[in-house]
């Protein structure tokens, strides 16, 4: 294949970084110089104004203002107030989310809580696809709940597994692996049909793609605050219950930050009302500075065009690859409407691919056996980035020997 005759190429990636509206983004994100950071969707980048937020909190907030900080700096509202800013990217609304505890966490109080409301119906339906840590909590829920049981078909199966015993039906969005989304509308509103309720998981959604909660009827979501939210490592995840059932809900970790009263002191549990009930501990204030830090980046950025740059980057990606190699087999799907933000390639070598790719400076990650997985961070990735991270993964696939 002669040169000329690509048509992905870099002047062509430079002509998209030109047109592109999110290209101001890149420079609130401190991104180290010669390093094509394609990790986003396993730790995000750092946010530039993230020291100068920690050097507050160390001063003046804990520094100077000590307990008083609780109320005088606003940490007793943070995980309303990130909750609040998360639920826009996620289309819930105000009053629906709040981010305080793990990831982990979050799906076993989730789950648990939902469990609870459907005592009749003692199958948990998921996948065979979710992330492990998903199966081990909805495993560890049945454990604690005496008849509860976890279910897991092929994604394929699924519509016609939403059976009479299904309670919860438990997906992540986008599959860690490949990209692929679930049809969320579809799956949640089939879930109700058959009188069970929906918990997503959104770790590869928020943040990355639209998922439209309060439109779309979920009930319960839960995701993570350092993947694209940038929130830094180990950030807390974020909870979501939909406004009406969170007065069905009841907080399985019962605590006295989800008290209706918590400096009343008093012996009883009385829970707060809508999501506060579901904070159990005193808020991971330093993780919440982070996590803030990484979620005001997107206060002026449209769902809409993130999504439609992060398709645009997806398709370079691929397309770039293609022309270019015949090694390498494209794991997610080709459309890009039915795709994340993130594309995986299979390769039996892909463990050294990506390990020559790092040496280069362009950082993706292995998923054993055989992926070589990418993650598309459309705030602060240029075209450029991607197209020269296709180029050096095609390089890398043929210098195998
Ligand atoms: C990253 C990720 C998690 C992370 O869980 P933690 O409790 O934050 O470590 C959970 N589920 C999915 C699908 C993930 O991608």
Not at 48 to 65: K, M, N, P, T
Not at 356 to 368: H, K, Q, W, Y
């Amino acid at each position: 294949m002669t040169q000329t005759s690509l048509t992905w190429t870099r002047e062509r990636a430079e002509e998209m970084d030109l047109e592109d509206p999110l290209a101001e983004k890149r420079a609130e994100f401190w991104i180290p110089e010669g390093t094509v950071y394609l990790g986003g969707n396993s730790l995000g980048a750092l946010p530039a104004a993230l020291s100068g937020r920690l050097q507050a909190l160390a001063g003046d907030e804990w520094g100077r203002g000590l307990v008083a900080s609780w109320e005088g700096a606003g940490w007793m509202q943070a995980p309303e107030r990130v909750g609040d800013k998360i639920a826009r990217l996620i289309g819930a609304g105000a009053g629906e989310v709040i981010a305080a505890d793990s990831t982990t966490v979050g799906l076993t109080q989730a789950l648990l809580a939902a469990v609870s409301a459907r005592r009749d119906r003692p199958t948990i339906l998921t996948s065979t696809t979710n992330f492990p840590t998903d199966l081990y909590a909805a495993t560890g829920v049945a454990a604690l709940c005496p008849g509860v049981a976890l279910r897991a078909v092929a994604p394929d199966d699924l519509p016609s597994a939403i059976g009479d015993d299904v309670g919860v039906l438990f997906l992540t969005h986008v599959d860690y692996r490949t990209g692929a989304m679930f049809d969320l509308r579809g799956l949640t509103a089939a879930a109700h049909l058959a009188g069970a309720l929906a918990l997503w998981d959104l770790c590869h959604s928020a943040g990355a793609v639209p998922v439209g909660c309060e439109e779309n009827g979920v009930d319960l979501a839960v995701g993570c605050g350092y993947k694209y939210l940038n929130g830094g490592p180990g950030a807390p995840g974020f909870l979501y219950v939909r406004r009406e059932l969170s007065k069905q809900l009841a907080n399985p970790i019962r605590g006295w930050l989800g008290h209706a009263a918590p400096f009343e002191f008093s012996a009883g549990w009385r829970p707060a009302e809508g999501i506060r009930s579901f904070l159990t501990s005193s808020p991971p204030i330093l993780g919440l500075a982070g996590l803030e830090a990484g979620v005001d980046v997107f206060a002026d950025v449209g769902m809409a065009d993130l999504r439609s740059k992060s398709m645009r980057l997806g398709e370079l990606f691929v397309e770039a690859v293609s022309e270019r190699s015949g090694e390498l087999e494209l794991a997610s799907p080709r459309p890009a409407e039915e795709r994340g933000s993130q594309v995986s390639f299979r390769h039996s070598r892909a463990a050294e691919i990506v390990e020559t790719l790092a040496g280069s400076g362009i950082v993706g990650d292995f998923r054993p056996p055989d992926l070589c997985r990418f993650g598309l961070a459309p705030l602060y990735l240029r075209h450029v980035d991607v197209f020269d991270a296709a180029v050096g993964l095609c390089e890398a696939a043929a210098a195998l020997d």
